[in-house]
């Protein structure tokens, strides 16, 4: 019996190819040599019969690689490959937004969220980071929990459950956050009168804990069957939480505008309020939220059904956000903007109802403010659309796993260190990509293994401040090398510095000092030096 599609479903899927297309924008533009090589090289090593945690050091649950790597086994080892996913796996996240949305503030209201939120998930150029898949179980589980509440059915509220679970095997900071926030919801809902939709539920939590189980719980025992506790706990536990922050944290900006770019002429200052503008909607909006749930209580215009719902939005938002403020940078505020293009409908929606002068000039600024978060992002947009159409600083095509990917003439050194490796290093030798020093660091280029065609010799392949700096990593990292007999290596020279303790060095040269007795520079290429032995 064919389907037959209602205007509804018609409209998600309009909904969905749209947003696949503004995703797909700048597709063959750039590499991210570290954020996307961490899961396209790891899926390879995934496909290779290493398990994470075990045989490679990685702070992000399985979920990603084993997808990913499950992507690669039916389209091949490839970027394009990746990135035609990640416009999947994008796309799919902007649905479940709108719907969010139309559940909060209706259809109308919920297509302005949409595009607001299409926006801020299409300038995520991270590409297959595990944030994006667990915001799709993040924002699932919160459009089942809310449908639960409306309709009483225990099937939604498993849904929910299982849905936050599965935001788990992708991110455990966030899978672990939003089945927090909707115990506590669904904890508080249980004291709420019953209504004629949603008779009470005593045993609402366990029908909850029941579908997180059943999602997160088979991928959580088989890591223990296959991976020490130790491992387990230090690489998704105590080091996200303890020393990440340290090493990779950056200040959140100032609460106000820098003034003193006024003295710099309205073009200056006009670019710090664009910078600074998207850091504090999501508070403004919050505390926003807030204050309209209190006008409301007093003139006795609450819901209480209503306010559970705006609730939960609104400490899943806060999670988000403060996780977010560890690493403060825009592609981290990405989460939480999903969440908020809901709620900023929901505030349109309330201030619409006040019909007061007070109320329109709130939505006034309100939509003012949303539209100089997007300014930066659109206009990145455009530029990319631009490059695409007519290449002027995307000009270097790369080939292999990289085939159809354009990079910058200046990335010339990259492509000839990666070629370089292809023709020299033997099919099947392992190499070793590090940088010139190991007692301060950023980022290791994890992109030449995965395009150079070459595994690592060692089992961190992602060097990290506060792990490769330390002295017992960089021992383990040396009897890895020996261990394999590894005569390559691909070092680079460190450029960044930022304010946390990646720029501080550790005094630790054990590393250094054992490459320099036994390897030799053979090429440089600008910042990449490959050394032999």
């Not at 297509?111 to 980071?129: C, D, K, M, Q, T």
Request: glycine letters at 6%.
């Amino acid at each position: 019996m064919p389907v037959r599609l209602h205007r509804p479903h018609l409209f998600l899927i309009l909904v969905g190819l749209v947003s696949a297309a503004y995703c797909a924008i700048g597709l063959q533009l750039g590499l991210s040599r570290y954020d996307e090589a961490l899961p396209v090289y790891g899926a390879t090593r995934v496909l290779a019969g290493d398990i994470p945690q075990r045989d490679f050091w990685s702070m992000y649950p399985a979920g990603q690689f084993y997808t990913l790597a499950g992507v690669f086994a039916l389209a091949g080892k490839s970027i394009m490959a990746e990135r035609i996913w990640y416009v999947i796996v994008a796309s799919t996240l902007c649905v479940l937004l709108y719907v969010l949305a139309a559940q909060m503030a209706g259809r109308r209201r919920a297509l302005p969220a949409w595009i607001f939120g299409l926006i801020w998930v299409g300038s995520y150029e991270l590409r297959v980071n595990p944030a994006l898949a667990g915001m799709i179980g993040v924002t699932a589980s919160l459009v089942a929990l809310i449908a639960y509440h409306r309709s009483g059915k225990r099937s939604l509220l498993f849904a929910a459950g299982w849905c936050a679970g599965t935001a788990a095997l992708y991110r455990q900071d966030m899978g672990g956050a939003i089945v927090a926030v909707e115990m506590v919801a669904i904890l508080l809902l249980s004291w709420l009168p019953a209504s004629a939709q949603r008779p009470r539920d005593k045993r609402g939590l366990l029908v909850y804990a029941a579908g997180a189980t059943l999602a997160a719980g088979p991928a959580f025992v088989a890591a223990l069957a296959a991976v020490p506790r130790s491992e387990l706990w230090q690489q998704l536990v105590v080091f996200p939480i303890r020393v990440f922050p340290a090493v990779r944290g950056l200040p959140y900006p100032a609460p106000l505008p820098d003034l003193a770019l006024l003295a710099h002429g309205p073009v200056a200052f006009s670019k710090g309020i664009l910078a600074w503008a998207p850091y504090y909607f999501p508070m403004f909006v919050l505390f926003a939220m807030l204050v309209m749930e209190i006008v409301d209580a007093r003139s006795g215009r609450r819901d209480p059904e209503r306010a559970w719902e705006v609730g939960a939005l609104w400490l899943a938002s806060v999670v988000l956000l403060v996780k977010g403020m560890v690493r403060t940078d825009l592609s981290n505020l990405m989460p939480v903007y999903v969440i908020l293009s809901a709620l900023a409908a929901w505030l349109l929606k309330r201030a619409a109802n006040h019909h007061t002068l007070l109320a329109r000039l709130f939505a006034v600024v309100l939509v003012a403010w949303a539209l100089t978060t997007v300014v930066v992002p659109v206009k990145r947009k455009l530029s990319l659309l631009g490059e695409t159409i007519r290449p002027r600083e995307y000009t270097l095509a790369m080939d292999g796993r990289a085939a159809g990917i354009r990079v910058r003439a200046a990335d010339l050194p990259f492509k000839q260190a990666v070629d370089y490796v292809r023709e020299n290093v033997p099919a099947g030798e392992r190499i070793f990509v590090g940088m010139l020093r190991h007692d301060r660091l950023y980022t290791n280029d994890v992109m030449i293994y995965f395009l150079s065609e070459r595994d690592a010799a060692t089992r961190y392949h992602e060097l990290h401040p506060g792990l490769t700096t330390t002295e017992p990593n960089q021992r383990e990292i040396i009897a890895d090398l020996e261990q394999a007999h590894a005569r390559w290596l691909v070092l680079e020279e460190e450029h960044v510095n930022e304010p946390n303790q990646s720029s501080v060095s550790s005094g630790v040269h054990v590393l250094d000092d054992f490459i320099r007795q036994h390897f030799s520079p053979r090429a440089r290429f600008g910042e990449y030096t490959v050394w032999g032995r």
